[in-house]
Nanobody, 127 residues
Framework: VQLVESGGGLVQPGGSLRLACAASGVTFDDYAIGWFRQAPGKEREGLSCVDNSDGTTYYADSVKARFTISSDKGKNTVYLQMNNLEPDDTAVYSC?????????????????????WGQGTQVTVSS
């Protein structure tokens, strides 16, 4: 399983970015893909997740009004649309995968429940 993130960069406050997580080596429908971020000196934070087996989506309260997760099964890619970005959103953003056929119940926001991780992409929100 390989996950590759893209779409990070520098954006001004109030701006938008769309991150992409391209998955390979997977049967896409068998995986839940989550997005996390980690800022310097802070713990990794679960932002959102999509379970591709049934399309269920999950969001952290801190971002649900501004971020939207979506899944393109034809491209084996999960997107995170981030709007109205704030300086506090500055972090390394990573996607991760769980094989839902074998995982049983999982906590979408718990990093330890994920089996595979991408390398991360930097998002910097600054004027």
């Amino acid at each position: 399983v390989q996950l590759v993130e893209s779409g990070g960069g520098l954006v001004q406050p109030g701006g938008s970015l769309r991150l992409a997580c391209a998955a390979s080596g997977v049967t896409f429908d068998d995986y839940a893909i989550g997005w996390f971020r980690q800022a310097p000196g802070k713990e990794r934070e679960g932002l959102s997740c999509v379970d591709n087996s049934d399309g269920t989506t999950y969001y952290a309260d801190s971002v649900k009004a501004r971020f939207t997760i979506s899944s393109d099964k034809g491209k084996n890619t999960v997107y995170l649309q981030m709007n109205n970005l704030e300086p506090d959103d500055t972090a390394v953003y990573s996607c991760a995968a769980i094989n839902t056929l074998y995982s049983g119940a999982y906590d979408w926001a718990e990093p330890g429940d994920y089996d595979w991780w991408g390398q991360g992409t930097q998002v910097t929100v600054s004027s």
